[in-house]
């Protein structure tokens, strides 16, 4: 069974990047969609992009300048690096495998 | 961006009785496929998003059928009958039209 797990950083300071990885078993990343979508304190959802199973990327545009997903395919990870975070960055954010599969959230705070 | 409308943003109900969340889209969802690309999830208190339907009414794996959805290209009803105490949390509807993929506000069931 596929399961994902994200690990990184619950507290990063203002300006500073954030840094997060999904590690995936189960399945390869080599196949399929693999994403990230944060929470954000209420209830408001927001999709930030993804790399494909050829390695391609897409993202939010409201967060181009900013972000960049990458993967290692021999550790089966992917990774999430989002640049010069402010406090509205403050979320939980999920990793997931298309829309079925989902890693179970890491609280991040951005703080000084 | 596509901006997805949910109704209401909170609802409560019997256990039992049926409860009905209403998503409306600024855009069509009817894809040039054919599909109407419109997803639900929910999210119960502590847990991962949950995908329950895709396509707008395909039932994902391993959901109860009290779920249900419907809709035209533009306005979506997802149907819950004899709701159960496991049906606590967020109901989202998401699109994946188009990037970027986004998600309604979020509906919050809770039990009388």
């Known amino acids: 069974e596929v399961q994902l797990q994200e690990s990184g950083p619950g507290l990063v300071k203002p300006s500073q990047s954030l840094s997060l990885t999904c590690s995936v078993t189960?399945?390869?990343?080599?196949?399929?969609?693999w994403g990230w979508i944060r929470k954000f304190p209420g209830n408001k959802m927001e999709w930030m992009g993804y790399?494909?199973?050829?390695?391609?990327?897409s993202y939010n545009p409201s967060l181009k300048s900013r972000i960049s997903i990458t993967r290692d395919t021999s550790k089966n990870q992917f990774f999430l690096q989002l640049n010069s975070v402010t406090t509205e960055d403050t979320a939980t954010y999920y990793c997931?495998?298309?829309?079925?599969?989902w890693g179970q959230g890491v609280m991040v705070t951005v703080s000084s | 961006d596509i901006v997805l409308t949910q109704a209401p943003l909170s609802v409560s109900v019997t256990p039992g009785e049926s409860a009905s969340i209403s998503c409306r889209s600024s855009?069509?969802?009817?894809?040039?496929?054919?599909?109407?690309?419109l997803y639900w999830y929910l999210q119960r208190p502590g847990k991962s998003p949950q995908l329950l339907i895709y396509q707008m009414s395909n039932l994902a794996s391993g959901v109860p059928d009290r779920f249900s959805s419907s809709g035209s290209e533009t306005d979506f009803t997802l149907k819950i009958s004899k709701v159960e105490t496991e049906d606590v949390g967020v109901y989202y509807c998401?699109?994946?039209?188009?990037?970027?993929?986004?998600f309604g506000a979020g509906t919050k069931l809770e039990l009388k």
């Open positions: 189960g399945y390869s990343i080599t196949s399929n969609y």
């Open positions: 997931a495998r298309s829309d079925t599969h």
């Open positions: 855009k069509s969802l009817l894809s040039s496929k054919g599909i109407t690309s």
């Open positions: 998401g699109h994946r039209l188009e990037y970027p993929y986004t």
């Open positions: 790399i494909s199973y050829s390695g391609s990327t």
